[in-house]
């Protein structure tokens, strides 16, 4: 059967994919950091002209995050003004650059070799134009994946996003492991208040080149994405919103056949106001929504539980806590599949709330082991099961509601609005964590600490829950431009 009938599946799957590949490039960009932080904090240890301190390294570590958050709050005009096409492709260039500029940021201006506080401005400026790059994928690739989807599966080709950041994240866990192969990573104590590196000589590979080869690994999933961008079509949303129809009608008719491809392009058509529609057009609800669906994706402590898993497990004293960390790895992947399969059927606000429970079980029994003795699996089992609730519920149905709950007229702006508060929250989550987590009080030394991290994390688990209740509309099966409709009718009402 001709496919202006029926639609061409294996086309819009195509698409999809290549949309996914800046999902993977946004955990691999974010993650790459966890294999070369130690080599990188012992070369720019050897500076002469400034003192390296835990506290400069730890923004060095997240100095990406500053970019996500600039991306991502940029990331509306550049959709607007751009095209989501394009704005994909300036992305993937970002991505390119950062990686060949932090694996060698002493290009043109610095001796090779020689950390100084100068060079270590110009690197994290190129960790920085990789956080742009993240943080305008984070909010345009589930937002150009949504344009151009069937309503029918929707929620699903946008869950693959998800999907592709946690399987971007194992595979620089991965390559970062076969970079350093054999050779041995720094191993920095304080002694007398100053770091000090254990190990100079059999850590020399690392110190010298070991991280710089991790960065640049990723200049090949980045080029090979700005590659393909080139050769996807503009989301047939963004055609009509911009006046050129036949273009748009033609890539509708391409997924889903010509004959609905006009039904579609005339309910585009019927909301297409880009130019003249303001943010709160709809009333402040609906943005309001979009905002707190990015703050809990954050506030429920997913993030502080992903990049400290070595940590945690150590403190639990159970076996070598790299091994529970790619168990949970595992278990994520898993979990993040359960999503994919099941958000066309059960919809989005079941599997958001009972992952909001099902965190909170895991986060209250974590915080019930510090109080009482309880054997360390139990502990490792709560953690996983916390991970593994989020995964098939906050982790990818957050993105997929933010791609879809906003009118087509003020989507590129507030998409930006609530992914920016995402990352605003992950930065404030993750450095908030490890001073919360060691806190010290009375006999209870540092588990008191360790109780009250996962005790406020599930309390906010359980508001959640309430909040998607109460609050968040169903999207399951619903055309974007029926949630137009929606809110166009609750926005008036919360006008009168």
């Known amino acids: 059967m001709n496919y202006t009938e029926k639609g061409d599946k294996l086309y819009l799957f195509s698409i999809v994919m290549v949309a996914v590949i800046g999902g993977l490039l946004f955990g691999y960009d974010t993650a790459v950091i966890s294999g070369a932080e130690k080599g990188l904090q012992a070369f720019f240890m050897g500076a002469k002209d400034f003192a390296y301190t835990d506290a400069i390294h730890g923004i060095t570590s997240s100095s990406a995050l500053i970019g996500c958050i600039i991306g991502s709050a940029l990331s509306g005009l550049f959709a607007s003004n751009f095209g989501r096409k394009k704005s994909l492709f300036i992305a993937g260039i970002l991505f390119f650059l950062s990686a060949l500029g932090s694996y060698h940021p002493e290009f043109l201006f610095f001796d090779y070799g020689v950390p100084s506080y100068s060079l270590l401005i110009t690197f994290n400026l190129y960790r920085v134009l990789g956080g742009i790059g993240v943080g305008l994928a984070s909010a345009i690739c589930p937002m150009y994946i949504a344009e151009i989807a069937p309503s029918s599966i929707r929620g699903t080709l946008v869950s693959w996003n998800q999907f592709a950041i946690i399987f971007g994240q194992l595979v620089v866990y991965f390559v970062n492991f076969l970079i350093l192969g054999d050779h041995i990573n720094p191993v920095i104590k304080v002694v007398d208040g100053v770091n000090q590196i254990f190990n100079p000589g059999d850590s020399l590979w690392v110190t010298e080149t070991g991280w710089r080869l991790m960065f640049v690994s990723e200049a090949v999933p980045a080029g090979l994405f700005a590659l393909l961008v080139l050769l996807v079509p503009e989301t047939p949303r963004y055609l009509a919103l911009t006046g050129r129809d036949e273009k748009a009608l033609s890539v509708l008719g391409r997924i889903n056949g010509i004959a609905q491809a006009r039904t579609i392009l005339a309910e585009i058509k019927a ?209 974007l431009e029926d949630m137009s409709n929606l809110w166009r009718k609750k926005g008036k009402g919360s006008k009168k």
């Not at 106001?273 to 990015?294: A, C, N, P, R």
């Open 271 to 479: 909301t297409a106001q880009e130019k003249t529609e303001k943010l709160f057009t709809y009333g402040w609800l609906v943005i309001f929504i979009g905002i707190m669906l990015s703050v809990f994706q954050q506030a429920v402590g997913i993030n502080a539980v992903l990049y400290f898993a070595p940590r945690i497990f150590d403190s639990m004293g159970m076996g070598n806590p790299m091994v529970q960390t790619v168990i949970m790895g595992i278990v994520n992947i898993s979990f993040t599949l359960v999503a994919v399969f099941t958000v066309e059927k059960l919809g989005r606000k079941p599997l958001l709330i009972s992952g909001s429970i099902g965190m909170a079980i895991g986060a209250f029994l974590v915080a019930l082991c510090n109080i009482v003795v309880l054997p360390p699996l139990v502990s490792v089992i709560s953690i996983m099961i916390y991970s593994a609730s989020f995964m098939f519920s906050w982790g990818p149905i957050c993105w997929v509601l933010i791609a879809e709950i906003f009118p087509n007229t003020i989507r590129g702006a507030a998409v930006a609005i609530a992914v920016a508060f995402q990352w605003i929250f992950n930065f404030i989550v993750s450095s908030t964590f490890v001073p919360m987590y060691n806190m010290r009080v009375g006999d209870m030394g540092d588990k008191f600490g360790h109780m009250f991290a996962y005790a406020l994390y599930g309390i906010i688990c359980v508001i959640a829950a309430i909040f998607v209740w109460k609050l968040v509309p169903e999207t399951k099966g619903k055309t």
